[in-house]
């Protein structure tokens, strides 16, 4: 195994209201894991780093009032996109690395595509 | 972001013949390298891993090349099938001054499998 789920997968809001997104490592635990934006036609950008009980570290640019990210449990990560407004419009996607793992694969989620009306 | 907002390169291969989907990594101090296989609509999917210190890797109908002196990866896939086509990326990773890892991907590939 190895299996990590989003959810949802799909959400379309409102401007100005937040969305909150889940990622979850299914049959493992994660010590770490990772939240990236990918626009169309696109590679991966990492926007943070998520340690089990620490607060997130957030790459160069990233806003941390905009993205809020909490890691309560070793299987359980989330997102919340606060005030969201068109831009944020983006599939955001989720990876975790294994327990003892330090610098195991990442297993990537299935995405969730984000629709900012 | 560490990766960069490019246009996706385009592969297009034969049914059947090999395909091959280059990358050029970064980070001389990069030592584990991940290939990633994304369909429309979908997170990556792991396909192949090396270290550095292999040169070669073989999987089921898979190869990943290294080359440390050129910074050059390269991922082989054999008898390519429809259901190959995809975006392919490829990961580096290195540990930083403080001591965490760090991936950075590449700006993925295209592969096209015509019938």
């Known amino acids: 195994g190895a299996v990590v789920s989003q959810h949802p997968s799909w959400v379309i809001c409102k401007s100005g209201t937040s969305v909150k997104i889940e990622c979850r490592s299914l049959?493992?635990?994660?010590?770490?894991m990772f939240w990236y934006r990918q626009f169309p036609k696109q590679s991966l950008m990492l926007m943070a780093t998520?340690?089990?009980?620490?607060?997130?570290?957030?790459e160069q640019g990233v806003e941390k009032d905009k993205f809020l990210i909490n890691h309560a449990s070793l299987t359980l990560s989330t997102l919340t996109v606060t005030s969201a407004h068109p831009e944020d419009s983006s599939f955001y996607i989720c990876?975790?690395?294994?327990?003892?793992?330090?610098?195991?694969?990442?297993?990537f989620g299935p995405g969730t595509r984000l629709l900012v009306l | 972001g560490e990766s960069v907002g490019l246009h996706l390169p385009t592969l297009s291969v034969q049914e059947g013949d090999n395909s091959i989907i280059n990358c050029a990594y970064s980070n001389s101090a990069s030592d584990y390298f991940i290939w990633y296989k994304q369909e429309s609509g979908k997170g990556p999917q792991f396909i192949i891993d090396i270290r550095s210190n292999m040169d070669k890797r073989q999987g089921q109908r898979v190869t990943v090349l290294l080359n440390k002196t050129v910074k050059h990866l390269s991922l082989q896939i054999a008898a390519t099938q429809p259901g190959d086509s995809a975006v392919y990326f490829c990961?580096?990773?290195?540990?930083?001054?403080?001591?965490?890892?760090?991936?950075?991907f590449g700006t993925g590939t295209r592969l096209k499998v015509l019938a």
């Open positions: 998520s340690n089990e009980g620490s607060k997130a570290t957030y």
């Open positions: 990961a580096e990773n290195y540990r930083t001054t403080s001591g965490t890892y760090k991936y950075i």
């Open positions: 990876s975790a690395s294994r327990m003892g793992h330090q610098r195991g694969t990442q297993y």
């Open positions: 049959d493992f635990q994660a010590t770490t």
